[in-house]
């Protein structure tokens, strides 16, 4: 009697299928095992095997390309992560301007410098323009070298204001004694600019991109909304008053705080001590618009301010914080039609001692 060995065909097969099916690293089979799978295959299908290896070769190259694309595809479908950039790295990025000048400043990527002339620098952003002043439209895709972000800066010197829009619709009014550092064009992620001196924004809503400013103590993230950031480095405070909407403020190292409609957030970076109180927005906005407005107001309080718009020291002696002053003062005025309505309206005396200081004394 002939002993045959039983068909152990599918035994093998499907041990080969549940090792296909690991999630781990997959071993290998036993050389027994081996050997009988295909001794079997051969004997049962002769005039497929060429084709079988055909089939096995091009299966496992289907196999490595959907592995591939998938990869890549994965890759190429992750968020963007944003790009974190060091605040003193991009305010010192483009070469030293002219601080003289008494005329506003666009200094574009390439260290290009575009001088603004009038009270009022006036800057529309659109896809790879700017006009400015709404009659010279200028192209601000100059690279340097190379990178991917390009960033603008604006320069605005004593007794001037500007006012820009982002190519999103969000506008910024910058101050007196101020620069503005920019990408020509946001990040899909985020939209972040960069500020030394005074700023209000007015920022297009878009929740899907944060609005982040940036100063030299703290950031300011918004979505939308409309508020007043102050970070003068030659001033002791820093200043954050929310007009319309909620922004959230972020020191390093220190928690969130929250900001809502009418309050002013003070940071003090030598004592790092900050605070938070209702005001009157309309006393810290105004300047955006061209002018200040005092009502009883403490002189020292208005001379303050002044010194801050024109860049000058005025100096006084205590009895110029026994004064209060009401009315308004028109910013387009040069600093000494400013001195002279100030004299005019208060008894007091104004004498200039140096090219940038003044002394104030209150008549008897």
Not at 88 to 103: N, P
Not at 344 to 360: F, L, N, R
């Amino acid at each position: 009697m002939k002993l045959t060995q039983p068909d152990r065909t599918d035994d093998v097969l499907q041990e080969f299928v549940q090792h296909l099916k690991k999630d781990s690293d997959m071993p290998e089979l036993t050389a027994s095992a081996q050997n009988e799978l295909w001794s079997r295959i051969k004997r049962k299908n002769k005039y497929h095997d060429k084709r079988f290896v055909r089939l096995l070769v091009w299966s496992g190259s289907v196999a490595a390309s959907i592995c591939l694309l998938l990869a890549v595809g994965w890759y190429l479908f992750l968020p963007s992560q944003p790009v974190t950039v060091d605040y003193a790295s991009i305010m010192q990025r483009f070469e030293q301007v002219d601080q003289t000048s008494d005329q506003v400043q666009l200094v574009l990527s390439n260290n290009q410098k575009i001088t603004i002339e009038g009270q009022e620098a006036q800057l529309d952003y659109e896809a790879g323009w700017v006009n400015i002043n709404k009659n010279e439209k200028r192209s601000v895709n100059e690279d340097m070298d190379g990178e991917k972000a390009i960033f603008n800066q604006l320069v605005v010197p004593v007794g001037k204001r500007s006012m820009l829009t982002f190519n999103d619709g969000t506008r910024v009014w910058i101050n007196s004694r101020s620069k503005l550092v920019y990408p020509v064009d946001f990040e899909k992620y985020k939209r972040e600019i960069f500020v030394e001196g005074e700023i209000y924004l007015d920022v297009f809503a878009d929740p899907k991109r944060p609005f982040i400013v940036r100063t030299s103590s703290l950031d300011v993230k918004v979505l939308g909304t409309q508020f007043n950031v102050s970070a003068y480095p030659d001033q002791p405070d820093l200043q954050v008053v929310l007009v319309i909407g909620q922004i959230e403020i972020q020191q390093e190292g220190a928690s969130k705080e929250i900001l809502k409609p009418n309050q002013l957030f003070s940071y003090n970076e030598e004592k790092q001590e900050f605070s938070t109180s209702v005001i009157d927005v309309a006393d810290y906005i105004a300047w955006k618009d061209g002018y200040y407005p005092f009502y009883s107001q403490d002189l020292s309080v208005i001379l303050a301010k002044l010194s801050k718009y024109y860049g000058v020291q005025f100096r006084w002696n205590e009895k110029v914080r026994e004064l209060s002053y009401s009315g308004k003062l028109d910013l387009k005025e040069d600093l000494q039609a400013v001195i002279s309505a100030l004299e005019k309206t208060a008894p007091i005396e104004i004498q200039q001692t140096s090219e940038k200081e003044y002394i104030v004394i209150v008549k008897p």
